[in-house]
């Protein structure tokens, strides 16, 4: 199941990075049409494909700095997994979200809306400590997990400069939309598959079935919003490992959580598939909040540990 998420999150989120492939590329314009949450203006007036390139440049730039800068920030991600696209609720969970090198460190707040115990809290943190201290003091088991890390990193940007030539690209209008941080307007851009691509690995593969739209802070060229929906069912071992069935729809909203760094603040997952002969369902939704720089492991560390002390000196005074 969490293979499978990964893959749907690593296309969604490569799609954003996709845009390069507009810097060889002339861009069409299509008819306006209704966005969900306000009116899209295809002549406001359009942009040339130079500007288009010149936008795509420096938001693939910013994009970069962005996933950089994710290392460096610890947030609270809250998640409600469904049985199926808006039934009822199966899990209800929060977590704080610590990074490290190798992975993030998670902690558990609540569950159903039941906050954990004090000592859970507390256990919580002093793994997080040991966690960065293992990172700054590495062992060989900690090396392996970096090298783990660091391979599913080139993988990912591997998968993003294939993009290159996975998709075209049509510029569609302006639209504004009003979310958590208020009304903005933004381009908005559709990506379809490219029929003369040859996928280079089976991830690279499941972009053939995938169409999505995305939007793109003009003024601030960063990546907003993707939205990309299953169009063909995504086979693994021709079908036989496993089948992600048409239909299923992703979604990924950044925005600015400090000046000039746009982050993840919400992750949407309908899909619904088969893994070998046995049905699953993918119905998640994440709300990512309270980012806070935290630096490095020296820096984050020393974060850490003084809170840890502050929770220690509270239980010793009970």
Known sequence: MSHLRHIAALAARSMVLALTLVLGLAVPAVPAMAGDQGSTIAANPAPSPEQIRALIARAIENQHRDDRALDEFERTEHTITRKAENTEILTDISERIVPSPAGNIKMRLSENEVAVTPEVYRHGVEFAVNALNSAIHPNDHFKEELAKYDKRRHDHAELVDTTVQAFRLTWVGRETRTDSAGTHTYMKFLLDPDPDYKPINRFAAVFQHIHA?????????????????????????????????????????????????????????????????????????????????????????????????ALSAGTASR
Do not use: C
Not at 267 to 293: C, L, M, P, Q, W
């Open 213 to 309: 739209a995305l939007w793109v802070d003009e003024a601030q060229a960063q990546f907003a919003r993707v939205e990309a929906d299953v169009a063909t069912d995504i086979s693994f071992a021709a079908g036989i490992a496993g089948k992600v069935y048409h239909g299923g729809h992703v979604v990924i909203v950044q925005e600015e959580v400090a000046p000039g760094v746009w982050l993840p603040t919400q992750y949407v997952y309908n899909v619904d598939g088969r893994k070998f002969v046995s049905a699953f369902g993918i119905h998640e939704h994440t709300e990512i909040t309270k980012f806070r720089r935290v630096g490095p492991p020296p820096q984050a560390v020393e974060i850490m540990r003084n809170e840890l002390n």
